[in-house]
């Protein structure tokens, strides 16, 4: 059973505009999330995280939601950019010994 | 200019035989780890290793096995008994793996080709 939900496959946002990626997690005890971003044929790059004691972390264009009660993250991506064209991944952790559970990824198209 | 270097970027290999695939890091990190992604999936963990000479089974090791000789270096052996090799092996490292905050950073990731 899926620990860490991405349930939108595929998302499409216009240049300029803002780009909303979510993610949903089941487990309660997870208590550092992470997102990643990846090109086609290359390995993920790390984009920003967030620990469980806060609600919003920031760099830059991106920004990271927390909400604990829905187990819900969102990743906000403003202005959003050709270049933002990717697959942005979600993963969680447990604890200082836990693995990373990764949930599937969306593919995010920005058009010019 | 440090990193993670996978090679090769794309492997073919026949049905049957084993195959090594290298991962090499010059971060200094204490911690080393093997994942696969399948088309339209997430990453899932095959092995780990937090430091020399010792290393831990993930989600999916059946079929795999690796080796961590040197800090630098984690190769990941595709076994004969690997169902489904065909898939993207991605490897990555961290610093500082007993806190919660460790951050893990990706090599570029070999495509493997079973025929």
Known sequence: DQQVKQNSPSLSVQEGRISILNCDYTNSMFDYFLWYKKYPAEGPTFLISISSIKDKNEDGRFTVFLNKS?????????????????????AAREGSQGNLIFGKGTKLSVKP | DGGITQSPKYLFRKEGQNVTLSCEQNLNHDAMYWYRQDPGQGLRLIYYSQIVNDFQKGDIAEGYSVSREKKESFPLTVTSAQKNPTAFYLCASSSQPGLITDTQYFGPGTRLTVL
């Open chain 1, 70 to 90: 829905a187990k819900h993250l969102s990743l906000h991506i403003v202005p959003s950019q050709p270049g933002d064209s990717a697959v942005y991944f979600c």
